[in-house]
């Protein structure tokens, strides 16, 4: 039997139950789900959905985007999809299945979002089996994830990534082989004036236009949370990454 803890997302907007062991969500789903540029009626894919925050989170912030989520341990699909349904936004839904071989067409996406496994092969792996699987990346698989993520997109569908800083010049990378273009590199700092450790990355697929990095956001200052990360914390704020696609 899986130990459920109940809580909320957005300041208590959302309803929020996850697994009381293995990985535990943090801001990053939040911060991702933000930084999606989806309308009403659009159709998001989310790979590593877990128990569904950055689908529940899009979905508060822009109601009648449609959402998907796919996620490789069972118990974690039928959590996030429960969560969903507690919240009302019966437009959401989550499949068991592995994110690098999604089953859906290409082009079946206008968005897609992920916070993909990060941590490299010679770091050492949670003892947690469900933490391990979430943040232990063997070669290949940011890559792989990338590469399918695009495959389902349409033609200037956005693709959000939030990853370890250590990781930009590999996804950035990865993204321009699969096809991406006009990528926006968004930092998280953690207080003014210190190093980002966790980015935002986002493309287009099929997109020309020139890459750009962006001011970013500041997490926190001598009060806690700054006004602007609270504003997409805990009221449900969005974040631009988006420009004038070519």
């Not at 911060?31 to 309308?39: E, I, Q, W």
């Not at 349904?85 to 968005?111: E, K, R, V, Y």
Request: hydrophobic share 50%; charged share 15%.
């Amino acid at each position: 039997m899986n130990e459920i803890t109940s809580g909320g997302l957005l300041g208590g907007r959302v309803a929020y139950r996850q697994l009381a062991t293995g990985h535990r969500t943090g801001f990053e789903p939040v911060l991702m789900a933000a930084a999606v540029p989806a309308r009403a009626g659009e159709m998001v894919l989310e790979a590593g959905t877990g128990a569904g925050a950055a689908l529940l989170c899009l979905a508060a912030r822009l109601p009648g985007v449609r959402g998907v989520g796919i996620e490789v341990e069972p118990a974690l699909a039928r959590l996030a999809t429960e969560n969903f349904w507690a919240n009302g936004f019966t437009d959401n839904a989550c499949i068991q299945g592995d994110a690098m071989h999604l089953p859906f067409p290409s082009h079946a996406f206008d968005h897609a979002m992920a916070n993909p496994p990060w941590f490299a092969a010679h770091n050492t792996a949670s003892p947690d089996a469900r933490r391990a699987l979430a943040h232990q990346a063997g070669p290949g698989v940011l890559e792989g994830w990338i590469r399918s993520l695009t495959r389902v997109l349409r033609p200037r569908g956005s693709i959000t990534l939030i990853l370890p800083a250590a990781a930009y010049a590999a996804a950035g990378a990865a993204l321009r082989e699969a096809g991406c273009g006009a990528i926006s590199l968004f930092p998280l700092w953690p207080r003014a004036g210190e190093t980002a450790k966790i980015i935002i990355i986002a493309a287009r697929r099929g997109a020309k236009s020139p890459d750009r990095v962006l001011p970013g956001l500041v997490l926190h200052d001598a009060a806690g949370i700054t006004p602007a990360a609270d504003a997409v914390l805990r009221q449900g704020g969005g974040l631009n990454l988006s420009s004038a696609i070519i």
